[in-house]
């Protein structure tokens, strides 16, 4: 389980989160929202190492992360990043780099890597495209790509930022299946959402992050009841009881 303790990190001498603490728990779906510019991105590079962190600890099953070489930290936490470069590689290909953590040098795949490889492009419906070049492929193809890389790490946590961007209803539908799949599995899974309705639809957990500040971090019933939603978003967040459980929108907040 990854845990982190008082952390403070930024950019530039600059704080962007500041004393959160938080756990990422198997077995859960943990939902992180906050408005643009309030720390969520930031928060899951310095839970990866990927960010020096300016104060606080960050526990690996309570070893300190400065202590693991990066083979380690990769086979145990996997990221689907928001942004990223667009390689020219066959999609397949692209996949098999997600297990280079598990791999002495030189790199030779075994058949076990092209099996969890393909298991991962059947799981995002991303195999049928296997053969194709990245750049040839559509947003949402793509995004579908680099799910599978992060499920193809075989990681004990996986970090997902935005990961429903690009990608139509049914496919964002099927992200969050896949996710709930994944912590039903035993893995921890932390997505950075702005669809504050799917987040209560779909988590565990609901951490809600305001100008770098953790403010809750509790079931999706008690964040609807908290109203924190309302006052950091500036709308109000109802709630429908229907066949299918409780359903979730927002309206504009009255002035």
């Known amino acids: 389980m990854i845990r982190l303790q008082n952390l403070t990190a930024g950019y530039g001498g600059r ?38 962190p300016m104060g606080g600890t960050i526990l690996y099953n309570g070893v ?9 930290i990769a086979r145990q936490a996997a990221f689907l990043t928001q942004s990223r470069n667009t390689p020219s590689i066959q999609a397949q290909r692209m996949v098999l780099h997600s297990r280079f953590p598990y791999l002495s040098y030189p790199r030779r795949y075994r058949q076990e890597d092209w099996q969890i490889a393909r298991q991962a492009m059947e ?17 949402g193809q793509r ?8 499920l193809a790490q075989n990681t004990q946590t996986v970090f ?34 702005h669809d504050l309705s799917m987040a209560l639809r779909a988590a565990d957990r609901v951490g809600v992050l305001d100008q770098g500040d953790l403010v809750l971090c509790d079931c999706p019933e008690a964040v609807f ?12 967040v109802h709630r429908v009881s229907t066949d299918h459980g409780d359903q979730f929108y927002c309206t504009a907040t009255e002035e």
Not at 165 to 181: C, K, P
């Open 64 to 72: 300190e992360l400065q202590k693991l070489r990066p083979k380690e």
């Open 160 to 193: 997902m930022d935005e990961p429903t961007t690009y990608l139509d209803i049914r496919h964002q539908i099927q992200t969050m299946a896949t996710a709930r799949e994944l912590a039903d599995l035993g893995k921890a899974v932390v997505l950075v959402l």
């Open 225 to 236: 009841d908290s109203q924190v939603l309302d006052r950091v978003f500036g709308v109000t």
């Open 15 to 52: 704080a962007v989160v500041r004393d959160v603490t938080m756990e990422f728990r198997p077995g859960e779906v943990l939902a992180i929202l906050g408005p643009n510019g309030s720390g969520k991105s930031t928060l899951l590079r310095a839970a990866l190492g990927l960010l020096p």
């Open 143 to 150: 995004q579908g790509v680099y799910l599978a890389m992060a």
């Open 123 to 139: 799981a995002t419906g991303s195999y049928p495209y296997r053969d194709t070049n990245v750049t040839e492929l559509s947003g």
